[in-house]
């Protein structure tokens, strides 16, 4: 019977198959690639500019719908004020007009006392600089002479 060499049996550390250095490359690489791939499929809107896909060009929307949903909301509270008891967007009926550079948003509206009733507010807001263009509560017959506007 051979005798165990001691140099065989004693247990040798393993070696890392990989630097840190080097799997923290690769993390790097990789990230950057998938924020590369995001921001041309229009994800990640935030680093478009990084990679040429969000230019600050003349005329080029610069909004995002969701301020133009929030401009709307505070035009709707402006002219409502304390009759105002909640507000739904109607995400069916918000658009953007690529033509006309411009947000065609719908918020359903629940005035208090009227609930009932089938309110909704519609507002055109520029996608270029998120004003209002045109704003306007729509409502059964009638109604406006109900809350008082014109």
Not at 6 to 12: C, L
Not at 62 to 82: F, I, M, P
Not at 99 to 107: D, S
């Amino acid at each position: 019977m051979a005798k165990p060499n001691p140099k065989n049996s004693k247990k040798r550390k393993q070696e890392p198959k990989g630097s840190p250095l080097g799997i923290g490359l690769a993390v790097v690489v990789i990230m950057m690639l998938i924020t590369f791939i995001m921001s041309n499929l229009g994800g990640f809107a935030g680093v478009q500019g990084l990679f040429g896909g969000g230019s600050n060009i003349e005329g080029q929307a610069q909004g995002s719908l969701q301020k133009a949903v929030q401009t709307c909301r505070n035009q709707v509270r402006a002219q409502l004020g304390d009759r105002l008891s909640k507000t739904y967007l109607d995400e069916m009926s918000t658009r953007y007009d690529e033509g006309k550079k411009e947000y065609l948003v719908f918020i359903d509206v629940v005035i208090k006392g009227l609930e009932k009733d089938k309110y909704y507010y519609e507002c055109q807001v520029s996608a270029v600089n998120q004003r209002i263009l045109k704003a306007q509560l729509t409502a059964p017959p009638g109604a406006f002479q109900q809350i008082e506007l014109q």
